[in-house]
């Protein structure tokens, strides 16, 4: 492996290096996914720190897992030297294709301590492939 140098908007000139604050805020309001498949399930578990639970929307249809959520988060500090506050308030939504089918009529959620954890058993065929999950 070769390094290269770095010189700027030369290394990709059709690149528009345009930083825009609050749109890269939004990149990092995207939660974090695994996703395991075993022999009878698929277990997604998404990192949502200081998210309630009711502002979680979670559906399983046509083989997508989707999660909306609306996130707000307010921090403040003082110090002699110093005064900062910190905010962020936004909405998020991932869609992820799963590797199988699955009954979305058995798919459990569960969310505690920020962590999201969703249950979709693999589906046989002759059973429906759509519902909204609730989150317990």
Known sequence: MSLIKWRGNDMWPDFNFDFNLPALSNIFARPRIDIMESETEITATAELPGVDKKDIEISVHDDVLEIKGQTSKETERKNQSYYLNERYYGSFERRIGLPAEV??????????????????????????????????
């Open 103 to 136: 009954d979305s009529e058995r798919t459990t959620a569960k969310f505690e301590n920020g962590i999201l954890t969703i249950v979709m058993p693999k589906l046989h065929p002759d059973k429906p492939k759509g519902r909204k999950i609730d989150i317990q």
